[in-house]
């Protein structure tokens, strides 16, 4: 298994402003997700951040909106920019594991708790 | 693609009753299903999970099988408690490295006393 800590745990921002969330994971991990849990919603993956390579994002999000780092195998940050009320929501890190018989498993940061006034 | 569909909430139940949610879920090829917990104010757990057809997860009193006839991993417990109000989402993983998981929307689950 994985523990896996996220700054800040909550947070309330400006529209306009950017907020940086960090994710620090106490094993190295070659895969890390990035997930948006909107509110009364379930989670929708917003990109994979692999170690040495650039973050893939899914349909809907962006690079320039959502600008994650990954500079070793145990962090990544994504970065919520010029903030809107509808960013609003629950951001977090998930890693990936090698699990039993060889198949992947995933491990869930406590999230990030983004209000956007 | 793949998805997942779950049973609409909120399931309102009385302690020790008989709790059923509905998962279904479509995949090509032969997916890992999994259920993940939220408990209020708390992050995302996994509850169980199964690999293979017919594997049956289980925890906390909680068990799920995996039918591929009929495409189903619904979640069960013989005796609900308070303590197991939470959210409860339904997933399902592909098996190929650099995949992550979808989820199904989430279940509502509240038991009154």
């Known amino acids: 298994s994985a523990v896996i800590s996220q700054k800040p745990s909550r947070d309330i921002c400006q529209r306009g402003t950017s907020l940086t969330i960090q994710c620090q994971v106490d094993?190295?991990?070659?895969?890390m997700f990035w997930y948006r849990q909107q509110p009364g919603q379930s989670l929708t993956l917003i990109a994979t951040?692999?170690?040495?390579?650039?973050?893939?994002?899914e349909s809907g999000f962006v690079i320039d909106k959502f600008p994650i780092s990954r500079p070793n195998l145990t962090f990544s940050t994504l970065t919520v920019s010029n903030m809107s009320p509808e960013d609003s929501s629950i951001y977090l890190c998930?890693?990936?594991?090698?699990?039993?018989?060889?198949?992947?498993?995933?491990?869930f940061g406590p999230g990030t708790r983004l209000t956007v006034l | 693609g793949n998805s997942v569909t779950q049973m609409e909430g909120p399931v309102t139940l009385s302690e020790e009753a008989f709790l059923t949610i509905n998962c279904t879920y479509t995949?090509?090829?032969?997916?890992?299903l999994f259920w993940y917990v939220q408990y209020p104010g708390e992050g995302l757990q996994l509850l169980l999970k199964?690999?293979?057809?017919?594997d049956k997860g289980s925890n906390k009193g909680f068990e799920a099988t995996y039918r591929k006839e009929t495409t189903s991993f619904h979640l069960e417990k013989g005796s609900v408690q308070v303590s197991d109000s939470a959210v409860y989402f339904c997933?399902?993983?592909?098996?190929?490295?650099?995949?992550?998981?979808?989820f199904g929307k989430g279940t509502t689950l509240s038991v009154s006393s």
């Open positions: 997933a399902l993983s592909a098996n190929q490295a650099g995949t992550a998981l979808i």
């Open positions: 199964a690999t293979k057809a017919d």
């Open positions: 094993s190295q991990v070659t895969m």
């Open positions: 951040a692999n170690q040495g390579s650039e973050a893939t994002y």
């Open positions: 995949a090509t090829g032969y997916p890992s």
């Open positions: 998930s890693v990936a594991l090698q699990g039993g018989q060889g198949l992947p498993e995933q491990f």
